[in-house]
Structures are given as structure tokens and as C-alpha cells.
């Protein structure tokens, strides 16, 4: 074990390096540019042995991708909001082909108005494209979910691509201290890729043929199958994992001070480890306060949820907007304790286009429900600053 | 090379789905027999998916990684990479792409991987039309024909996509018609053993497109050739050579046939002969073709240097 | 062939992946084998591969695939298959 002082994007790539992708492509795009860049140079000095790609787009780099996992390698890539958009058609296509891909997206927020500033939508506007999603909080939990991630899409009852977010800046480029394990025990966790079908001319099968009705909502189901046991493989190949390594950042939901509390925070990311501090704080003047924060959307943790929403009142704080709708993980919360005894959803947008959501913003959010002020019917635009035209 | 020599093995089964006399289907018999077995097809949204047909069983005696409708070109990428790195180099990636993956909405990925220096043979098979989705243009549709999207006739003109594959410095960029069956067969073999990024075209009537009796299919190819319409070519490290009926037309030994013989056989050209002649269309497109061949007889005598 | 196990859509190679396409046909090319040259241009030109080849060069039609086209009776340079309705 070696101790690494550096930014999340290099972390990142370091792990990457770690797990031995054979292929990689990528695009460059800030703030993910540092990752890849870093592994263009590991590939250069041969500190990584694969074939790196510097393509064209985004949307050539998955399919690039997507083509070398079809032919049975392991295949990795990073990218960000306008390039995640991009790659739009390709995530379905790497989801519903069944590829392990893993990939990274640092959470920047979506343009017009170019902005470089974290906010979830770009990976959220994915979530039902079939990859497996997680989002991490800091650059070990980074570090190691992606040595994790490669476990989890190989495994044959998942066999689906995985996307790890994290936040522009706030984990991107900002140095952390990361423990970094040795070689030959990520080797133990991980062994080199196994594929469940490739393109092989000495067995020559055509790869995504025209698929009728009569047999593709089984496909459909089938990768439903793939989502429902990863949701039983993530804690357990994360509890295997800290055995190995002597860490755990959570199953679904890494649970905070959650045990006696009246109140539960739903966060993610960033403002996942900000709302740890508010939490701590809260419980300080006396509430009994917790915090779930989402390390998986993709399956969503739906029975995780209705465990903890129960005689308990959960406040969404969502950095992510779905225009005309609200926030995700308020409406998807909804309808995952729908019917759960004594349960009531809050919901704020807050920091949407990467304003910052600091632990006392979400403090001041938490009282304003505590004190009866919100409504679980309607959602609050935190920090709205007066608005029309120029 | 004579019909003779062509190998008597069948990579495609009997049974696919295309229309009855499809060129693309043709043509990828043929390619398959140049190349043999260990190719792989990378296959972008097109009329071949008709020839694929349907899960759970396909046509195709090779590997087909079928691909979404821009994307051949950095799929291709992606194949060969990863067969790199399985130690099989010597596996043919092919990127079998209608006009549409070509000219229109493939050609920044196509472009992309032939500067990457992939080491693939992008085939375009080019019908003049996006076929699969109902005959609408595309950037290969000649100037004049009938369209879904051009009922009155296309006012635009084709691109020359074979020049721009020229200024992409390729080792082998060819051109070649389902019509000139062993010429096509010795171009495929030709790009096979040059490593790098191969250009061919392919001129593939489609009778159901250009709607003429289809078992004038490969008389509508010839043609085209014999008016100049088509021009077979190939250009070897840069330096161009016409072949065939074209060698003979650009040496002057023999004469285009009038365009008119060739437009008039097919039912969207049929607007520019009745109810009356458009004489300005026909002679305008006359007058393209003409000034096509005064650019090739330049192409042919500098050729575009691959240096 | 290897069956592979993942549930994606992998399709597996076999004659009349589209079914009897035999039985599109409105027109059957028939052989007169007697003035036949084996010059095999139908071989060649029959986008199915429904034209058959014997190891002496002799065609027959697989009539199971053929799709009745009629490029092999067009492009025959002897005239020598006829296309027949078929009953
Ligand atoms: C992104 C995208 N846009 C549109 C389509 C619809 N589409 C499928 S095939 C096709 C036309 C293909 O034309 P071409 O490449 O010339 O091949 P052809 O059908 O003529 O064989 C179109 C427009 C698609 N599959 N994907
Ligand atoms: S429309 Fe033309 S190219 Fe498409 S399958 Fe039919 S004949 Fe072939
Ligand atoms: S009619 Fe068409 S499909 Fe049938 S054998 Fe002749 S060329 Fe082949
Ligand atoms: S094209 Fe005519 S002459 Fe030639 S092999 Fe076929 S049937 Fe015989
Ligand atoms: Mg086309």
C-alpha cells in the first residue's frame, strides 16, 4: 500500500492503470481531460500495456469502445456532460449489447451557457440507457469504485456497462490523500477479462441483428435481471472488496447517523459529503438528523429506500433537473416509498448549474422542514435569485 | 482474373433478406470470397440490415458487428485495436456502409479512422439513395434523380467522395461496380494485402430504388460505366489508374455512350423524358458528366501524392 | 458452433435465414444445359448464390433461394435460361 497525494482525475487514472483495460478511447473535454490524459502518458511510457485511442467524438469513442469490448477486451473511457450527451445512441448500444464498459463522466453542467460547473443532469439524462451508475463523493471512494466496477460488469449475472460521476472541480481537481493498493492484490480481485460472447471469425455470429418484437422486450427484461443482481453484488463485492483492501463506502446507500433519526437527507456526490457536515451539525442543536447518500441510481435503491423511509420524513436534495419535472431522486424516491408507512418526501433543486451547495445552505434547507415550513407536495427552488429576460 | 478463378467457397448462406437482385448483396458475396474467413463486417444502419434479416439467425458466414447508422468508421477503430491486442492482426475489419454511412451522416467517423491510420477497408456500396428507409437522397444522389425527399428531382449535385478519400493520403483507394464483377473481386484482394486505411466504392444499382426491371440490374451498372456516369479507378499509393471500359474512355479509345441512354431506363429520371423533355436538365447533366472527365483525365495525370 | 451464454442479440449463421426465399419468385429460370458453355456468368452475377456450381463448371438452380431475379437469364450470354411463370 502506497499513499497518493493528488487530484480525483489522476486518482481516477491511476485505478484505471490498475485494472488493465486493453483498449482505451477518448475525447478530451474539461474537467475530464486530466484522466485522460493521464493514461495517453501511462500508455506512452508503457506504464499501461493497451492501444489508446484518440478519436474523432464522442460518439465515435463509444462506439469505438463498444466495437473492442464486442470483440472480448476490456475497454475503458471518461468523458463529461456535452461529450456524455453526445454519446447518447451509443450508451443504449453498449447497455442493450451487454458490454462491460466502464466509464467515467465528471458531472459538469449541460450548455448553452457554457459552464464548467458540477450538477448531475448530464448523467442523470442517462439513467435509462442500461448502464449501472454510481456517483462518489471523494477520490478514494472514486479510486476504488472503479476497481470495483470492472468486477461488477463482468460478472456473468450482470454483464453491464458501468458509469462512475463525480463532481467537476470539487473531486476532479482537488487534491485528497488516497491509500493505493499493491498490483498484485487488485489482480486478485480483478483477473483479466472473461467475455460471455465476442466476435470471433473462428465462430461467426452476427452481433445485433434485426431484433423483432416477438423477442426484444426479453432482452429488455434480461438486462432488468442484470440491474436486479447487481443490486445484491454491489454490497457483496464491496464487502469483498473490504476485506481486501479494508474499505467500504456503502452498498446503494452509504448510510450516515441514519439509525435514530426523524429525518433522513437524500444526497449524492458532492453534496454528499457536504451534507455529512450538515448532518453533524444538525445533530449538535438537537435533531435527530441522517443522511443517505446515493452511490447508486442505476438500479435504483428502491427497497433500501423504503427500508429507511419508513415513520421517517426524507429530504431530496437534488442537484440535477429534469425541466417541467423536478429532480430525479425526489421523484424517483416517491415512487419507490410509495405506500411505505409514515413516510413523507421532501425536495429541493439546489445548485443547479453548479452553484454551490454548502453544508450550511443544506442546514438551512433541513430546518425549513424541520420547522414545518416545506411541503412534501412541492418542490423548492433553493437560493432562487429573482428572474426575467436580460 | 477470370469468372473461372473466383473461389467456389460461399460465405453468404442462401436466404437473405434483401429484394431479388440486390447489388448489395452481390457485392458482399463476392467480397467475402476475396477476403475468406477471417474478416469482420462492421455493418452501420442500411439495406444490409434486410440482408441480415432477423435474429435469432443470420446469412452471414463471418463475424458482423452491426453499428449504429454514423459510427463505422470508429468502430472499425475499436475492432482493430482490440484485435491488436488479441494478436490477430491478420483479421480483415471491414466497414460494409451504404452512401448515407458514408457521404452524410458516417463520413466524420470514416474520416476520423482513416487519419488514425486503422488498418480496415472501408467499403462504400453506394445505391445513390438512403434505400433503406424508402428512397430518400443523400449526398451521393445524383443531380436530376427522383427522390422521396426530391420529388420534382435532385437540384443538388453528388459529392466526389472518392477525392476526398484522394486527400486523405490513403495507401489504396478504389472504385468499382457490382457490374465488373472481377475487377471489384481483384480490388478487394488489392486493399487486403496493403496495411492501413483502404477507400472502395462500389456502384450498386437498386432496382427498386431507381426503379427499373430488375434483371436489367447489372446492365444498369454497366451502363453507367459506359456513359461515364461511374468511372472505375484506382489509385495506388496515391497514383491514380483508370481500369477497364474507363481506361479506355480516358485514353480515347473509346466513346462515352450518350448519358441519356443510361437516365432513361430508370423510372426517376422519368420526369426529365415525359410528358415532354427537360432539354436544359438533360443537358446539363450532360455537361457534368463531361467536365467530370476533363477533372479525371487531370486526376489520372497527377494523381494526388500519398507522400 | 459455440452457443454463447450472453442474452444479447447474437444471431448464428444457416441457409434461408429469411425463410424459403424460393417461394418470392414469380418467374423460375430454367436451363437448357445442352447449349450451356459453363461460362458461369450466371454463377457469378446471382446474388444469392442460387446458382450452383459443380466441381465441372456445370450450373444448376438451387430453387429453394433463388428469388427469380432473372439477372442469370439477362446477363447469359448464350440465352440459354429461360424465365417460366411459376404455376
Ligand atoms: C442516427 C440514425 N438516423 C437515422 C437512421 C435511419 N436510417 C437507417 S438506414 C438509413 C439510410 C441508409 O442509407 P445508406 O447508408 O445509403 O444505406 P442503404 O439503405 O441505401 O443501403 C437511415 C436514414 C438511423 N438508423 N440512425
Ligand atoms: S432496396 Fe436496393 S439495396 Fe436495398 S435491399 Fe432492395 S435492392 Fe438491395
Ligand atoms: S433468377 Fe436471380 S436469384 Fe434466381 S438464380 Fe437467377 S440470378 Fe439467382
Ligand atoms: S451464363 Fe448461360 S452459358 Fe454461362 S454458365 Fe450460365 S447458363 Fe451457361
Ligand atoms: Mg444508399
Redesign the pocket.
Known amino acids: 500500500m502506497t499513499l497518493m497525494f493528488d487530484v480525483g482525475n489522476k486518482v481516477a487514472a491511476k485505478a484505471v492503470q490498475m485494472c488493465k483495460p486493453e483498449v482505451i478511447a477518448a475525447y478530451p473535454i474539461t474537467p475530464q481531460t486530466v484522466i485522460v490524459e493521464e493514461l495517453a502518458r501511462f500508455v506512452e511510457n508503457g506504464e499501461l500495456d493497451a492501444e489508446y485511442l484518440c478519436v474523432e467524438s464522442e460518439h465515435s469513442v463509444m462506439a469505438a469502445t463498444c466495437a473492442a469490448a464486442s470483440m472480448g477486451v476490456r475497454t475503458f473511457t471518461a468523458t463529461s456532460s456535452q461529450g456524455l450527451a453526445f454519446m447518447h445512441e451509443m450508451l443504449h448500444w453498449a447497455g442493450l449489447s451487454r458490454l462491460p464498459i466502464v466509464m467515467i463522466n465528471v458531472n459538469r453542467t449541460l450548455g448553452p451557457g457554457w459552464s464548467l460547473w458540477p450538477d448531475e443532469t448530464d448523467s442523470m439524462a442517462q439513467r435509462d440507457t442500461g448502464w449501472i451508475q454510481f456517483f462518489v463523493s471523494s477520490a478514494q471512494e472514486a479510486f476504488d469504485t472503479v476497481i470495483l466496477a470492472f468486477r461488477l460488469a463482468e460478472h456473468h449475472e450482470v454483464q453491464l456497462p458501468v458509469l462512475i460521476s463525480y463532481s467537476a472541480f470539487t473531486i476532479s481537481h482537488t487534491m485528497m490523500p488516497v491509500e493505493i493498493p499493491e498490483q498484485d492484490d487488485v489482480d486478485a480481485f480483478l483477473p483479466p477479462f472473461k467475455p460471455y460472447w465476442r466476435l470471433d471469425w473462428r465462430n461467426p455470429v452476427t452481433f445485433g441483428n434485426v431484433l423483432s418484437d416477438e423477442y426484444h422486450m426479453e432482452k429488455r427484461y434480461t438486462m432488468h435481471l442484470g440491474m436486479e443482481a447487481a443490486k445484491r453484488l454491489i454490497p457483496d463485492l464491496g464487502r469483498e472488496y473490504e476485506q481486501r483492501f479494508g474499505r467500504y463506502h456503502g452498498g446503494l446507500i452509504e448510510e450516515y447517523r441514519t439509525d435514530d433519526a426523524d429525518y433522513v437527507l437524500l444526497a449524492m456526490a458532492s453534496v454528499g459529503s457536504e451534507a455529512k457536515v450538515a448532518v453533524d451539525n444538525l445533530r449538535e442543536q438537537g435533531h435527530r438528523v441522517g443522511l443517505a447518500r446515493l452511490r447508486v441510481v442505476r438500479p435504483y435503491p428502491d427497497e433500501d429506500l423504503r427500508r429507511i423511509g419508513r415513520k421517517r420524513k426524507l429530504i431530496a436534495l437534488d442537484r440535477n433537473i429534469s425541466v417541467g419535472s423536478g429532480g430525479w431522486m425526489y421523484h424517483e424516491t416517491r415512487s419507490a416509498v410509495m405506500g411505505v408507512e409514515g413516510c413523507d418526501v421532501y425536495g429541493y433543486l439546489c445548485g443547479v448549474g453548479g452553484r454551490d451547495v454548502t453544508y450550511e445552505d443544506i442546514e438551512q434547507m433541513a430546518l425549513k422542514v424541520f420547522t414545518g415550513d416545506a411541503r412534501p407536495d412541492v418542490v423548492e427552488w433553493w437560493d432562487l435569485k429573482q428572474t426575467g429576460g436580460n | 482474373m477470370a469468372i473461372k478463378d473466383l473461389p467456389r467457397e460461399e460465405l453468404m448462406h442462401p436466404g437473405a433478406g434483401s429484394c431479388p437482385a440486390c447489388t448489395d448483396l452481390l457485392t458482399l458475396r463476392m467480397t467475402l470470397k476475396a477476403l475468406g474467413p477471417k474478416t469482420v463486417l462492421v455493418t452501420p444502419a442500411s439495406c444490409t440490415a434486410s440482408v441480415a434479416c432477423g435474429y435469432p439467425k443470420t446469412p452471414f458466414g463471418v463475424p458482423v458487428l452491426t453499428m449504429a447508422f454514423a459510427a463505422g468508421g470508429a468502430a472499425a477503430s475499436g475492432a482493430v485495436a482490440a484485435l491488436h491486442r488479441l494478436g490477430e492482426d491478420d483479421v480483415n475489419v471491414v466497414v460494409w456502409a451504404g452512401d448515407g454511412g458514408t457521404y452524410d451522416i458516417g463520413l466524420q467517423s470514416m474520416s476520423g479512422a482513416m487519419e488514425r491510420g486503422t488498418n480496415f477497408i472501408f467499403v462504400c456500396y453506394n445505391n445513390e439513395i438512403y434505400s433503406n428507409t424508402g428512397v430518400q437522397r443523400s449526398g451521393a444522389t445524383p443531380f436530376g434523380a427522383w427522390t422521396t425527399t426530391t420529388w420534382k428531382g435532385k437540384v443538388d449535385q453528388r459529392k466526389d467522395m472518392p477525392a476526398i478519400m484522394l486527400a486523405h493520403r490513403l495507401p489504396y483507394v478504389a472504385t468499382a461496380s457490382a457490374s465488373y464483377i472481377e475487377d471489384l473481386y481483384r480490388k478487394v484482394q488489392k486493399a487486403a494485402s496493403i496495411r492501413g486505411p483502404k477507400y472502395l466504392e462500389f456502384h450498386i444499382p437498386c432496382a427498386p430504388g431507381w426503379r427499373f426491371p430488375m434483371e436489367r440490374t447489372i446492365e444498369m451498372g454497366r451502363l453507367a460505366v459506359e456513359t461515364g456516369a461511374w468511372a472505375l479507378f484506382e489509385a495506388d499509393d496515391g497514383k491514380v489508374e483508370f481500369n477497364l471500359r474507363s481506361k479506355q474512355i480516358l485514353d480515347g479509345k473509346t466513346q462515352r455512350k450518350p448519358i441519356e441512354e443510361y437516365l432513361e431506363l430508370q423510372g426517376r429520371f422519368a420526369h426529365l423524358f415525359r410528358p415532354e423533355r427537360d432539354e436544359e436538365a438533360l443537358a446539363g447533366i450532360q455537361q457534368f458528366i463531361d467536365r467530370e472527365w476533363e477533372r479525371y483525365k487531370q486526376l489520372a495525370a497527377c494523381g494526388m501524392s500519398v507522400g | 458452433m459455440e452457443r454463447y451464454t450472453a442474452d444479447t442479440t447474437i444471431s448464428y449463421p444457416c441457409d434461408g435465414a429469411a425463410g424459403r426465399t424460393g417461394g418470392w419468385r414469380d418467374f423460375r429460370p430454367v436451363?437448357d444445359l445442352t447449349?450451356?458453355?459453363?461460362?458461369?456468368?450466371?454463377?457469378a452475377y446471382c446474388p444469392e448464390g442460387a446458382?450452383l456450381r459443380a466441381d465441372d463448371d456445370s450450373?444448376s438452380i438451387n430453387y429453394d433461394y433463388c428469388k427469380g431475379c432473372g439477372i442469370?437469364a439477362y446477363?447469359?450470354?448464350?440465352k440459354?435460361?429461360a424465365m417460366e411463370r411459376e404455376e
Open positions: 436451363i447449349i450451356c458453355i459453363r461460362c458461369l456468368r450466371c454463377w446458382v450450373v442469370c446477363e447469359c450470354p448464350k440459354v435460361i
